[in-house]
């Protein structure tokens, strides 16, 4: 379901959303998924691609994708998803990374693609494209604020409109509006929503 969509000559497209800065080149389906799980996810802050970083005096391509998250900088390690490196090579690139103050987290795919995460990011993300009418999403947003959290269903039965509330929720997680409580269990009646602090 999580897939970049891939220009004619096969690259895939630079990837953006809301918290991200400026663009980050993805080039495979793991590292996309990754990407939208951490869109996603409450407390991550923002994210950045680092393309290269002073060690030495030298410029070393370290190409990470850096999060921030609890006020800590974590660059994104997925090996079966980056060019391989021979081991001078990944010393060199810890050693840049250590330099700016950011730790390095290695993600398996089997972590990217652990459930109900996977799945549920799917779903949502499908969304993101979605237009929120203005008054739609000032009467979820004022829910939120003043009664939430509250489960999904709840919400969705509050709020009276003619547009698609559910999709319009969905759309206001993607541009980290409100939060969705997605590792918990698998998006439905009981999922938390609550509006976006921070």
Same mark, same amino acid.
């Given at each position: 379901? +999580?897939?970049?969509?891939?220009?004619?000559? *096969?690259?895939?497209?630079?990837?953006? /959303?809301?918290?991200?800065?400026?663009?980050?080149?993805?080039? #495979? %389906? #793991?590292?996309?998924?990754? &990407?939208?799980? $951490?869109?996603?996810?409450?407390?991550? $802050?923002?994210?950045?691609?680092?393309?290269?970083? =002073?060690? =030495? *005096?030298?410029?070393? %391509?370290?190409?990470?994708?850096?999060?921030?998250?609890? *006020?800590?900088?974590?660059?994104?390690?997925?090996?079966?998803?980056? =060019?391989?490196? $021979?081991?001078?090579?990944?010393? +060199?690139?810890?050693?840049?990374?250590?330099?700016?103050? !950011?730790?390095?987290? =290695?993600?398996?795919?089997?972590?990217?693609?652990?459930?109900?995460?996977?799945?549920?990011? *799917?779903?949502?993300?499908?969304?993101?494209?979605? /237009?929120?009418?203005?008054? +739609?999403?000032?009467?979820?947003?004022?829910?939120?604020?003043?009664?939430?959290?509250?489960?999904?269903?709840? &919400? +969705?039965?509050?709020?009276? #409109?003619?547009?698609?509330?559910?999709?319009?929720?969905?759309?206001?997680?993607?541009?980290?509006?409100?939060? &969705?409580?997605?590792?918990?269990?698998?998006?439905?009646?009981?999922?938390?929503?609550? !509006?976006?602090?921070?």
């Amino acid at each position: 379901m +999580l897939h970049p969509r891939r220009k004619p000559d *096969g690259k895939s497209r630079p990837f953006s /959303a809301t918290k991200v800065h400026g663009i980050i080149p993805v080039r #495979s %389906a #793991s590292m996309y998924a990754l &990407l939208v799980q $951490n869109v996603l996810d409450p407390a991550v $802050n923002s994210i950045r691609h680092l393309p290269s970083a =002073q060690f =030495q *005096g030298a410029a070393i %391509a370290v190409d990470a994708v850096v999060v921030e998250r609890d *006020g800590k900088r974590i660059a994104l390690d997925v090996p079966e998803a980056r =060019q391989p490196r $021979n081991m001078d090579d990944d010393a +060199l690139v810890l050693l840049a990374l250590a330099g700016l103050d !950011i730790e390095v987290a =290695q993600v398996s795919l089997d972590e990217i693609r652990r459930e109900p995460m996977h799945t549920n990011c *799917g779903i949502v993300w499908a969304y993101r494209m979605r /237009a929120v009418p203005f008054a +739609l999403r000032i009467q979820i947003l004022h829910m939120l604020a003043e009664d939430g959290p509250l489960r999904l269903f709840d &919400l +969705l039965r509050s709020i009276r #409109s003619q547009h698609d509330v559910s999709g319009a929720v969905l759309s206001l997680a993607c541009a980290d509006a409100i939060e &969705l409580e997605l590792a918990a269990g698998h998006l439905g009646p009981d999922t938390k929503v609550s !509006i976006r602090r921070s």
